[in-house]
């Protein structure tokens, strides 16, 4: 038998039409014509979509298994995601919710974090305790006063500070400048105080603008960049990956929420097979309407086993606040990054005091016994 | 002033809850931060989204329009959609309908389809009727058996053979051999019969391999292509239209109908700005669920005048069958190009005649005097 990919949708049907429709999708998503008019045994029986399984879940939704020949999406994740999603994310009363890929296909294409949760952890030297992040922003600043804000934070005591995502190069603040500018800004608060906060400049543009953005921040000595995957393509974005083995990658979700496919399989799985060392997603009860459970799926997938690839790091953001860390390490416990911006941002003059109060508190959580000691497997 | 890009939202709200709402979107797709924490007059002026407008349109949904500083999604493709809509396509309860961009920023960015319908009309002599397309499928066949078929459909009349967007380059049928064996077959009919149909071959993967797949195009001879904008990234296909001038473009919605991006502005502005000659889109009465309105919307956005920008051919598609020629011609007019697939193969042994009866149609339907004579404007 050759190898299959099992696609799993949530499908809004009433019982009666379910058959039918769960057979068009198998037929949409991968022949995509009459199987009256295919000839070939080998293509009726390898190729053309199975329905495996249809589960009612009540309220007139069904969960539709439907096994794909991994041949149709060979080692290219954009084709996996067009064989998963290409033209059935055209029909409203359907939604991705999982895929189960072979390991055969996995072990083929080895692929996945190059560090990852615990990659970082050994390069950082971070180790039980959830890590800290924030962002740099307003976009529409100069790179000098970007670096003055990084400089602040980085006296606070933070981890990362991720470029806020409408940040790319623009003419009021070019990439290369502005990475030159906030790298050298947190070197000299390194000189002074022992403390290094990571610099995660956004990515943009084509896949060769990004190729170009990238050797900048490697020659300013930065280690970390952040991509949106949706936005540059998932196939460009493994690239990426592929090429920078030293580079630890941060996902951010833009255009992401939009597909109708389910974040946990999205960030969790796809981004993380790409190569997401961290995912970036919205997090409960902020100014996104993710749900707990939706955001503890994400966490679990990120970090949980996935063919033999490193965990990437949940960071759940948007809208968070100092005052929710404990709640927030409650959830998610000692493998996650808080990232916090705009409320350290709000605290204007205060912000460098604001800044250690968030890192304090991570610090002095009271983590579960032998939480946050991942060994990397490397 | 600065020239902004004006941004049309519809929102799900109620009255009294709309206008903290779309204050709210405007912040999000511009600062993402507290206003109170913006030091700066110059961001809280220029860069900071603004309301422009709201107007109930009943039902508990609103149209809202926000003015965005043209200056931060500057002149990259990804970058814009990512200001239109990055995180706004996280939250639920908005779709992005409409995009205006400042004339001065479509002039300083002087990109739109290469060929679109005029040039199309231009170099294949064909005018005063509708354009006749096909696809090759079903995915899984080896080379020589697409070939076969290509060539069958090319006796038939048909002016252009697409690939099937599932199609990529398999282990059973890599790009450079498939599309050899495809163009010899169709220049084989061409001297034996006069009739060149042009083969449309879908072009995946990353940025760097689509670049490799178009030189193997043209090396066997072909002058068209089909990308899924959405899959490859916005940014890289206009990259790829900019490299390859003497090209035509098909884009196929592969992924595209899932953003909640409104499909007239995605595929009649958005895909063709970045260089598309034709944009394929589901037909209404077919297998997906597009409103004759909707298909209405995008045919005359993507024909319409647009900032200089020559029209793309509307190519509505899906479940589309030989008996509804006549209803199209009548919906759509001459500047269209009618898609039929599956029911063709569905002919089987009388493919070849089914194709010529799809091709007669279309040549002998009485269109509107002076319709399909577009002069282009090179």
């Given at each position: ?26 037929v ?5 014509m009459p199987l009256s008019a295919i ?340």
């Open positions: 038998m050759p190898s299959r990919i099992t696609a799993i949708y949530h499908v809004r049907s009433d019982a009666r039409a379910i058959k039918a429709r769960a057979q068009a999708i198998a949409e998503q991968s022949v995509e000839e070939d045994r080998q293509i009726l029986d390898e190729i053309v979509g199975k329905v495996e399984d249809i589960s009612d879940l009540g309220g007139g939704v069904f969960a539709v298994r439907i096994g794909l020949a991994a041949a149709t999406a060979g080692n290219d994740p954009g084709q996996l995601i067009n064989m998963l999603f290409g033209n059935t994310s055209l029909q409203d009363d359907v939604t991705l919710y999982d895929a189960e890929v072979p390991g055969e296909m996995m072990v083929r294409d080895r692929t996945g974090p190059h560090a990852g949760l615990a990659g970082t952890r050994y390069r950082t030297g971070i180790k039980r305790r959830a890590f800290t992040c924030t962002a740099l922003k307003p976009q529409g600043l100069p790179p000098e006063k970007l670096a003055e804000l990084a400089a602040r934070f980085a006296r606070g005591g933070i981890d990362f500070i991720k470029d806020d995502h409408g940040i790319a190069s623009q003419s009021y603040s070019p990439f290369e400048t502005r990475v030159k500018a906030v790298a050298d800004a947190l070197r000299k608060v390194e000189a002074e105080t022992g403390h290094l906060a990571r610099y995660v400049p956004s990515v943009t543009g084509t896949a060769r603008a990004a190729l170009t953005y990238i050797l900048e921040a490697r020659t300013a000595g930065l280690r970390h960049v952040m991509v949106q995957p949706m936005i540059l393509g998932l196939s460009n974005f493994r690239d990426l990956v592929d090429r920078f083995t030293s580079l630890t990658f941060f996902a951010h979700p833009a255009l992401a929420g939009a597909s109708r496919i389910d974040p946990a399989l999205l960030f969790g799985k796809i981004f993380r097979t790409c190569g997401a060392d961290a995912v970036i997603f919205p997090n409960y009860g902020g100014r996104f309407g993710y749900s707990p459970e939706t955001c503890r799926r994400i966490a679990e997938t990120a970090l949980g086993s996935w063919h033999g690839r490193e965990a990437a790091i949940p960071v759940p953001a948007g809208g968070m606040t100092t005052n929710r860390v404990a709640e927030m390490l409650d959830f998610y416990g000692a493998d996650v990054m808080l990232l916090i911006g705009g409320a350290l941002l709000d605290a204007r003059d205060r912000l460098t005091e604001e800044t250690a109060a968030f890192v304090r508190q991570v610090k002095d959580y009271r983590y579960a016994e032998g939480a946050g000691q991942t060994a990397w497997s490397i």
